[in-house]
């Protein structure tokens, strides 16, 4: 079995080669190339994969390479992690939306939109290259923002899934309060890549026990905490939100956090020059727990266990992921993406069915879609008018003033990256 994981050279790759390493019995890898054109990141990244897989006994090959066709040619699954601009672009993401007081965030708001419009184009040139080296393969996002380059992707009738590690995140928290195996914990997972709530934890299976209500009495202060949001939110909702409702439900109070203290994106790239230090260490042969805080916990599970079941070789029979809504939500388009459980196996991914969603939800649900067709739309197209419009639609926005400023400022940041700006 051959996997290509796209942007190879990411810090995050490590806890990709921890995964793969650990759980070869579940995704037997005997090729695993790893491609990125920044050829001094791809050495340290390569160097150490290979270090993890000969410390634990992997005999699969790993290879390295700045050549996209030659890294995809007869791969069983390619996998997608880019940054398009690097930390550089997503350190402007983050600043310049907070000029007009909204939220500057790379994946959420303004800043989401100017990630989707540098990244759709080069995601969809790389799927093709994808189909014509190997057409067979399957295709599987973790590059943000997942929901709209997912769309992208299978609009343009890639065989494509999208992966997030937030669902499997609770999984694994919720299984630990609980005291119960990970794989027990079924989340009644609904909503948008991002924009997702928790409305039932089911031990055993789709129909099994909900112990949200007892999770929520006996351990809603810590949940609370790690959401940073108010106890009495998630007692008076009854659900836990995804941390990034945190930007809806207090956004005001999260842009004056955000003035008062350095980006994100500047801590994740003081972060990734120590960690690709530790990588070029000969003697590091395991995945450095710095690692942990660079983001992306458990993403490796996630992706072994998708590729698994993609490839017909096992993984859980459902799992949460990113694909066409096909009326699962029924106030949605078909072709709307939406993140939900779905049975996947070699065929795909089929959405589970889900209870009705409550209106609180389902309207934000809708608009947050809304401006996803506008943002793809303004992606595959260009066009100030087209930014205009995605920004308008916003639910973080939705003033013709601070979408004139925040248009502006985004074509301005990422005039480099847009070829028709």
Known sequence: MKLTVVGGGSTYTPELIDGFARLRDTLPITELVLVDPAADRLDLVGGLARRIFAKQGHDGRITTTSDLDAGVEGADAVLLQLRVGGQAAREKDETWPLECGCVGQETTGAGGLAKALRTVPVILDIAERVRRTNPDAWIIDFTNPVGIVTRALLQAGHKAVGLCNVAIGFQRKFAALLGVAPSDVHLDHVGLNHLTWERAVRIGGPEGENALPRLLAEHGDAIADDLRLPRPVLDRLGVVPSYYLRYFYAHDEVVRELGEKPSRAAEVAAMEKELLEMYGDPALDEKPALLAKRGGAFYSEAA????????????????????????????????????????????????????????????????????????????????????????????????????DGLTDRLIAHNREHLAWA
């Open 304 to 403: 072994v266990d998708l590729a698994a079941a993609l490839l017909g070789g096992g993984g859980s029979p459902y799992q949460v992921v990113n694909t066409y809504n096909r009326g699962t939500l029924p106030f949605l388009p078909d072709d709307a993406v939406i993140e939900t459980q779905a049975a996947v196996g070699p065929e795909g991914a089929v959405p589970l069915a889900v209870a009705p969603v409550d209106p609180l939800y389902a309207g934000l649900v809708a608009n947050v879609t809304a401006y996803e067709d506008l943002a793809l739309e303004a992606a595959l197209r260009g066009g100030r008018d087209r930014v205009f419009k995605a920004l308008l639609a916003h639910p973080l926005i939705g003033q013709y003033a601070y979408a």
